[in-house]
């Protein structure tokens, strides 16, 4: 079992930028690759980022390349979404998860085993 908190959201302007921070709790970190999604008012969750278990490789969803950029830090247990240049349309609740699939760059949900609670970010314009 992994315990995923969340932590970094907030308010911000257009053309701001927020770091997001996912820390885990439980088992080993770096057993897990690490993936971004949000979730905006009245749409589904969609897929953000992720990282494999070290970080070494990344993927991101296309529209979103350039602007996010996913890391990870597996002495601290914790994953972060380095989000730039944001936008209203950015607004949404972030979530990160775990997936059991360590090599894997998966942009499927359905695909990671352990989720955080979530945190708000919203973009003023």
């Known amino acids: 079992q992994v315990q995923l908190v969340e932590s970094g959201g907030g308010l911000v302007q257009a053309g701001g930028s927020l770091r997001l921070s996912c820390t885990a709790s439980g088992r080993t970190f770096s057993n897990y690759a690490m993936g971004w999604f949000r979730q905006a008012p009245g749409k589904e969750r969609e897929f953000v980022a992720t990282?494999?278990?070290?970080?070494?490789?990344?993927y991101y969803t296309d529209s979103l390349k350039g602007r996010f950029t996913i890391s990870r830090d597996n002495i601290k247990k914790t994953v972060y979404l380095q989000m730039n240049s944001l936008k209203p349309e950015d607004t949404a609740v972030y979530y990160c998860a775990a997936s059991r699939l360590l090599f894997r760059l998966s942009n499927s949900s359905g695909e990671y085993d352990f989720w955080g609670q979530g945190t708000q970010v919203t973009v003023s314009s």
């Open positions: 990282c494999t278990w070290n970080g070494g490789n990344t």
